[in-house]
């Protein structure tokens, strides 16, 4: 799966350099712009729209081309893995101020919604509820820079193009991270990092590259030399921006509310009672050892 085509998801975030001609100044929190890709056929177009609860004739949507899709991904992703197809689409609903950052997926393989949510942050993009989806499986690594352009627009603001350029990088070292540590496991490192970084802990290179370690050990996570030095050129090239790291902190809590979520869930119960259940499996064989080993040597 994490090798599958990246065809039909480079249209997300590519479509959303479409506003760059209309006025969005006046947004406000509760507007909702869609973009759609081109190359969907009417029976796809349908379902998404119908899956994203928007009507095609009342919503403000754009229809998003492959071309552009290269035009924005290309630095970042091969020709090949881009593909010849604009299939994805994405919702973007304005929240009100100090809300964070709320990202949903469906049918998406590679790019996490914690990544998305990083990486979002990392751009400059704040108070948003994102759904980002497909008509059938696909990568997700598209929606990225529409996405940013979106938010950039319809608020009327800036986005200096490094900051893009480092967030849609981000999302993809973190994605390619996630297939040899896991997907939870990558996008918690670099909430982790960005956390210290936010609480003015990292000064120094020699600060960043021991804080790395740290985390990743806490973690157990291990890296490899290329992964390590990755990833500090990447947080020294964003300590090097003007970012708000404040705000960045505030955006990506909601990483730490969908986890805390997750853990509340039925799914999550599941998963922690399956844990409990084999400790308690293997205490029970500890002590019926012990029990054998200390008692059967004076049983005649």
Do not use: C
């Amino acid at each position: 799966m994490k090798h599958k085509l990246m065809k039909s998801t480079m249209a997300v975030f590519a479509g959303w350099f479409l506003f760059a001609s209309m006025a969005f100044a006046d947004a406000a929190p509760g507007d909702v712009i869609v973009t759609l890709g081109e190359d969907l056929n009417a029976d796809q177009r349908a379902q998404l729209l119908d899956e994203m609860n928007v009507d095609e004739n009342e919503a403000q949507v754009v229809y998003v081309t492959n071309e552009e899709e290269h035009q924005y991904l290309g630095n970042y992703i091969s020709a090949s893995r881009i593909g010849s197809n604009a299939l994805s689409s994405s919702k973007i609903t304005l929240l009100e101020e100090n809300s964070g950052l709320s990202v949903k997926t469906n049918r998406i393989d590679w790019v996490s919604e914690a990544m998305y949510t990083n990486a979002l942050a990392t751009a400059g993009v704040e108070d948003a509820e994102i759904y980002v989806t497909a008509p059938f499986n696909v990568s997700g690594t598209a929606a990225l820079t529409g996405l940013i352009k979106a938010y950039e627009v319809s608020t009327d603001g800036v986005i200096p193009e490094e900051q893009k350029q480092v967030a849609n990088e981000e999302m993809v070292k973190t994605a390619e991270l996630g297939e040899n540590v896991g997907v939870d496991q990558a996008a918690e490192l670099m909430t982790r990092i960005k956390e210290e970084i936010a609480e003015g802990n990292v000064e120094t290179e020699e600060d960043l590259r021991d804080l790395i370690d740290r985390i990743a050990a806490e973690l157990g996570i291990e890296l490899t030399d290329e992964e390590k030095n990755g990833l500090v050129s990447l947080f020294q090239r964003m300590q090097n921006l003007d970012i708000d790291w404040g705000k960045v902190q505030e955006q990506i809590g909601s990483i730490r509310e969908n986890l805390t979520d997750f853990l509340e869930s039925e799914e999550g119960q599941g998963i922690i009672d399956s844990i409990l259940a084999f400790f308690e499996a293997l205490i029970d064989a500890v002590r019926s050892w012990f029990s054998s080993a200390f008692i059967s040597p004076f049983v005649k």
